[in-house]
């Protein structure tokens, strides 16, 4: 389980600077540490809105194409899922599985 979230959390953080590289937002900015937020910002929005699509499309029962399109987008087609546990050492076998 550690491979998806993993690819979920770098993928919408490089698609946000990708976004912000080629749509130019951030580079009026003087200051590195605030483009690097403004890329934060668009990886945040981007992680946001393609998540909530996949989870409407889950709830509403959405076409298994838009499930499979918008995980990929966001790094892995389908969202982790993890057993509840308070056990730490089978938290630990479940990310590495």
Same mark, same amino acid.
């Given at each position: 389980?550690?491979?998806?979230?993993?690819?979920?959390?770098?993928?919408? /953080?490089?698609?946000?600077?990708?976004?912000? @590289?080629?749509?130019?937002? $951030?580079?009026? /900015? +003087?200051? %590195?540490?605030?483009?690097?937020?403004?890329?934060?910002?668009?990886?945040?929005?981007?992680? /946001?809105? =393609?998540? /909530?699509?996949? *989870?409407? @499309?889950? #709830? =509403? $029962?959405?076409?298994?194409?838009? #499930?499979?399109?918008?995980?990929?987008?966001?790094?892995?087609?389908?969202?982790?899922?993890? #057993?509840?546990? %308070? %056990?730490? @050492? +089978?938290?630990? *076998?479940?990310?590495?599985?």
């Amino acid at each position: 389980m550690l491979l998806p979230s993993l690819l979920r959390t770098v993928v919408p /953080l490089v698609a946000g600077w990708i976004l912000v @590289a080629l749509t130019g937002l $951030g580079f009026s /900015l +003087e200051s %590195d540490v605030a483009q690097t937020g403004v890329a934060f910002a668009v990886a945040g929005v981007y992680y /946001l809105v =393609f998540r /909530l699509v996949e *989870r409407a @499309a889950e #709830k =509403f $029962g959405g076409p298994v194409w838009l #499930k499979g399109a918008v995980g990929a987008l966001l790094g892995y087609a389908q969202p982790p899922r993890y #057993k509840s546990t %308070d %056990d730490v @050492a +089978e938290l630990l *076998r479940q990310s590495r599985s």
